[in-house]
């Protein structure tokens, strides 16, 4: 099956799109550009008050950055055509930094940027297949259940933007977000969950030279725990990472005070409070050894999920890969995603992809073809919507390889 | 007999203090000790340091010719506070002078520079015979002794020994035992990857260099050496997801006794060097030899001289290990035998900084001592 979408339509949509500069909170260009392009597709959009809430909790400093008018979540809605389950596709408007003047160059059906910048497929890659996905829906008489077409701010920043969306105001039973890095073949149907952690050791100064042995050196506390820990790959479903670790400020000074923010992920929630719980020993011990004070706060960031193959939005979307003619395929993520937010809002949510790849660096790249299918996929998703679940053939493989996943 | 005038030397250390001269803005401080001891027949150079270290005057050197045939000696004192040393308000108490509790005082060096002046007078007004007098003002000792590590060596060549006055502990306390130190700068590499995604396809360079520095004899490794982790900095806050690929850390290692800072640095380096190698990774060292130590036994001649000086002025000459760097170690390293001889200020660095009025005057006779027990 082949829908009426438009390479070279697609294309300039990409480009326009690539060239507004959106870092995190920085969204109001884009946001404005997406709004009216949307209205005049036919959808009613309406923008939240997620910009204005989340710049109100920022420091003042990080509010300099910030637009003082944020653009909020656009939620963009089209009255169905026909009965069926309303649909909800998503993506986010912010992108990583370095970003300003980005420079797309084809090379060979990919496009990428001179290196200066990265290129912004994550996530506009899936904003370009949700407005084509629209275009063909208002030149053609394709059939649609009720559509939520959803664009979020801050995503980078930790899914702050999705956070801050009215769940009560939708109404979708089945949710596909357009941001996973892989092929559009590629269904996310796990992610984990995720908590930060802050940690602040605090010893006790000293001249390293004079008197060190009156000191506590909180770098060397911090060493100590941390050489206890186990990090990276803990096991196929959890990881642990030290991203940012600070202290001391001269040579001369026995250091007392330490600064380390890190991460922990895992697809289930009982591993996740295991890895928590091994980070809060391990520092109070090294604190406790050596006489420090330890602080730790964790963050939870967002909840993971696991969806079964036999739900819905992993059925649906599996269908729409064959109709266009694609074999999917069943992936977990390690990240997390608007996705994550979707789920623990209760509004079952795979990841798809869009195939943005060496996303958040400068080689950042995109397959021509890849932003074709993932328009492609909107439209057999909402299509497959309409027809009735037919007896899917059951795939004993397919189950084995979840169950292997998980 | 040593007579000095103690209302003058009060009213010019009160004068100096008021001078702002922190770190880099010693060029007022220089003009002023120019301009008093010019007229007193001291005939001074600046030197290039300022211009290489970007600061407003480079180091002053004042020479004093001899009035009869006895060997060359140096003093030292620096010009340059800490912060905040900016408008100090000095306040005469009735045996001490202190700051407002705003600033330091700055007596850390200025109790030294006034020490030196005074002496100058003395020796004019009491005619008193002295060797060939090289007073040596230096900039920037408080950042790292850069001042004194810029001089150019040919400063000491035909001086017999050198005095600096810049310790802590009361008149008499003579420190013949300092460290040298190294600096020691690592770059520990990994590799990045994305921490949720692929963590196995990247090597922390946080955790090498935790692992590294958990094995690590640090602090006080023995009565003569210590070591210290300063500094530590990696990653790009806020983000959390990515396995970082290189973490800076700034060490320090000190020991009077050379042999044994060597073995600790070679320590602290292979800690670094074999912890990386574990990790398939590597750290790049780079070991910077600051200055050099203070080592005298307490029958060397200078000793001798020294404590020759504070039994003059009536006071008990004793000598110490210091665990700090001084302008003494540095030219030391250039090959002039240098005691730092105590000033008697206390709680410098700090607000609370004060030094009492009687080790203001013992420091001038003190001074003036030296010059007469060579």
Known sequence: ???????????????????????????????????????????EVTEDGAGRNIRSNLAEVDKAVHDDRPAGNLICRKKGTAEGPTLLFSSHMDTVVPNPNVKVIETDGVLHTDKNTILGADDKAGITAMLEAAHVLAESKMEHPDLEFIFT?????????????????????????????????????????????????????????VNPEDGINAIVVAAHAISKLQVGRIDEETTVNIGIISGGCKTNMVPDSVEIIGEARSLSQDKLAEQLANIQSAFHRAADKFQA??????????????????????????????????????????????????????????????????DHTVQEQVKIDHLLQAASLILGIIECSLQPQQEQQHEPEQEQHLAEAL | MIEVNRQRLIQEFMELVQIDSESKQERSMADRIRQTLEPLGVVFEEDDAGTKLGGSTGNLIGRLPGTIDKPAILFTCHMDTVAPGKGVKPIRLEDRITSDGTTVLGSDDKAGVTALIEMVRVIKEQQLDHGPLVLLFTICEEIGLMGSRSLDPSVVEGIAYGFAFDSNGPIGDIVTQAPAQNRIEVVVHGKKAHAGVNPEAGISAIQVAAHAISKMKLGRVDNETTANIG????????????????????????????????????????CFEQTAADFHTKADIQVFQMYSSISFPDDAEIVSIAK????????????????GGSDANVLNGLGLPTLNLAVGYENIHTVEEFIRLDDLYLGVKLIVAVTQCI
Not at chain 2, 250 to 268: D, F, G, P, W, Y
């Open chain 1, 1 to 43: 099956m082949t829908y009426p979408i438009k390479r070279e339509r697609i294309l300039k949509t990409f480009r326009t799109l690539v060239e507004f500069n959106t870092p995190s909170g920085q969204e109001r260009d884009v946001a404005d550009w997406l709004s009216a392009a949307m209205n005049q597709l036919g959808f």
């Open chain 1, 153 to 209: 701010v801050s995503e980078e920043t930790g899914l702050d933007g999705a956070r801050q969306l009215d769940a009560s105001e939708l109404k979708a039973k089945a949710a596909f977000n357009m941001d996973s890095g892989g092929p559009p073949d590629e269904i996310i149907y796990a992610a984990p969950a995720e908590t930060d952690f802050h940690i602040k050791i605090k010893g006790k100064a000293a001249h390293s030279g």
């Open chain 1, 293 to 358: 004070e330890v602080d730790i706060k964790e963050l939870p960031m967002y909840e993971g999920y696991v969806m079964k193959a036999s739900d819905e939005v992993v059925q649906l979307a599996q269908s729409a890969c064959r109709k266009i003619g694609l074999s999917p395929k069943l992936a977990p993520r390690g990240g997390g995603s608007d996705a994550n937010v979707y789920n623990q809002k209760g509004i079952p949510c795979v990841n798809v992809g869009v195939g943005a790849k060496d």
């Open chain 2, 231 to 270: 500094i530590i900095g990696g990653g790009v806050p806020p983000a959390t997801n990515i396995v970082i690929d290189r973490v800076e850390v700034v060490a320090e290692a000190r020991s009077s006794n050379l042999n044994k800072l060597e073995e600790q640095t070679v320590h602290m380096r292979e």
């Open chain 2, 308 to 323: 020759r000086a504070v039994t003059t002025i009536g006071r008990t000459p004793r000598t110490f290990r210091t665990g």
